[in-house]
């Protein structure tokens, strides 16, 4: 959940100005999923592999597979964000810690802390009603899909608003309760803690979302969330803002770096 909710926060327009910070945090309750990742966790720590690894970074740099990595930059920061990870043997370092969301004039820039994103960027330019891919490692940048096709998340979902409340950073917050199956048939339940004491227009998200049938947000539901959480048989995914501060944004944040080059594929 956590790349979809990066990837959806680009696209609602919003009347604040200023920069929200979120915390991210995945919880695995299941036995046997849990065992899966002891067990992929042992074999990343085992000396065995580590040297495989090290024997494959090796050969990220020879000539044919750099040169072959070089044209495709989006493959190239994947591989070695992973490399990176692997080699260090901790399998927690893939999930993402947080993200930092700048808003201005309707256009808005994502960062990401952590996991195999790490300080990757999503840039949402309202005039042109485009998502954008930063890469900063590679000084590239990649145009996204930024419209899914219609799908029946939203129609299938059932959604509760309830009558609890509490203070999120200082904001009076409502809880919702929304209920629906994943394509697989397992049960996905997901509580939203939305405020409507924040200027922000959230219900643009179900028109416009990045990746294909994903559902984020939803219609019917009124205000800003200040805290998610998405439960699955396999364990509880939670997201909070830490931060909300109103401030003064310059518009040179909202503007594809110069002469970073344009790559195609992979969003």
């Known amino acids: 959940m956590g790349v979809l909710l990066l990837i959806a926060f680009t696209t609602f327009s919003q009347s604040f100005e200023g920069t929200i ?3 991210m945090k995945m919880d695995i309750t299941d036995p046997a999923t849990k065992a899966r990742m002891e067990e992929a966790q042992k074999k990343m720590s085992d000396p065995a592999n580590q040297a495989k690894m090290k024997e494959m970074q090796a050969k990220m740099n020879d000539p044919q597979m750099k040169a072959m990595l ?3 930059p989006q493959m190239k920061a994947q591989m070695e964000a992973a490399m990176k990870m692997m080699a260090g043997g901790d399998i927690n370092a893939m999930i993402p810690k ?3 969301v700048k808003l201005k004039n309707d256009n808005s820039l994502v960062t990401m802390d952590g996991g195999m994103m790490d300080k990757t960027q999503i840039l949402y330019l309202k005039d042109k009603d485009q998502s954008i891919h930063i890469d900063n490692t590679n000084k590239t940048y990649a145009l ?5 096709p219609a799908n029946t998340t939203e129609s299938q979902a059932k959604v509760t608003k309830t009558s609890e409340t509490k203070k999120i950073l200082n904001y009076t917050c409502t809880k919702y309760i929304v209920e629906s199956t994943s394509p697989k048939g397992k049960t996905v339940e997901q509580l ?3 405020t409507k004491e924040i200027s922000i227009d959230m219900k643009n998200l179900s028109r416009h979302q990045a990746g294909k049938g994903n559902q984020f947000f939803y219609d019917n539901i009124e205000g800003v969330p200040l805290q998610i959480e998405m439960s699955t048989p396999e364990g509880k995914m939670t997201m909070e803002a830490t931060e909300i501060k109103k401030e003064s944004l310059s518009a040179s944040l909202f503007q594809i770096p110069a002469g ?3 790559v195609k594929g992979g969003f």
């Open 21 to 23: 910070k979120w915390s």
């Open 70 to 72: 070089d044209a495709n």
């Open 98 to 100: 947080g993200m930092m």
């Open 144 to 148: 996204m899909n930024s419209k899914s």
């Open 192 to 194: 939203f803690w939305t």
């Open 260 to 262: 970073y080059k344009e």
